[in-house]
């Protein structure tokens, strides 16, 4: 999703803007398409936008629900994500006039000459970071059976030790032998 921060830059130097942003769920063919491929499904932020002197200082929160698999028993989930964010952007020329701004340093993010944040991005490099890495689908999952697959959380069972082809061998030595 992307916002214009035209009229933010035109205020004064400390004047902000508040923006809610929020989509659920997350169009495949909308402008947000993006984040699905982080596989969140909705998001919802808060962002505060502060006129800064070289350009727009972005800050705020975001909630989104992200689409997994519960690492025991794969079951698919949806995780609650939380994520703060807070990210200065330089503009690189004026609104007024359209006058080249000083460069911004290396690696900075940039307001380019349509005065347009792309918030996509933003968004989904936060919810990245606090996605959980090992999720469950509940305390003690307790996963797949081991040798058969099935889901021990429905039907817990266990099996019996294999037969072991060496120990079928010594008993029918014993049984010779008596
Ligand atoms: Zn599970
Ligand atoms: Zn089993």
């Not at 916002?3 to 659920?24: I, N, Y």
């Amino acid at each position: 999703m992307k916002v214009s921060v035209a009229p933010l830059l035109k205020q004064s130097v400390g004047d902000h803007m508040d923006l809610h942003v929020q989509e659920s769920p997350v169009d495949p063919r909308g402008d947000n398409a993006g984040l699905l491929d982080a596989d969140i499904t909705a998001f919802d932020a808060d962002i505060k936008a502060t006129h800064t002197d070289p350009g727009a200082y972005l800050e705020g929160g975001v909630r989104a629900e992200v689409a997994q698999q519960c690492v025991r028993c794969l079951r698919p989930i949806h995780s609650p994500v939380a994520a703060r964010f807070a990210e200065q952007y330089y503009a690189t020329e004026r609104v007024e006039t359209g006058a080249p701004m000083p460069s911004a340093p290396r690696d900075a993010k940039t307001i380019g000459s349509d005065f347009l944040i792309d918030l996509t991005p933003l968004i989904r490099e936060e919810v990245i970071l606090a996605t959980p890495q090992a999720p469950l689908c509940r305390p003690g999952c307790r996963g797949l059976c081991p040798v058969c697959g099935e889901d021990l959380n429905e039907r817990p069972h266990d099996h019996e030790p294999a037969p072991d082809a060496r120990w079928a061998a010594l008993e029918k030595l014993k049984d010779v032998k008596d």
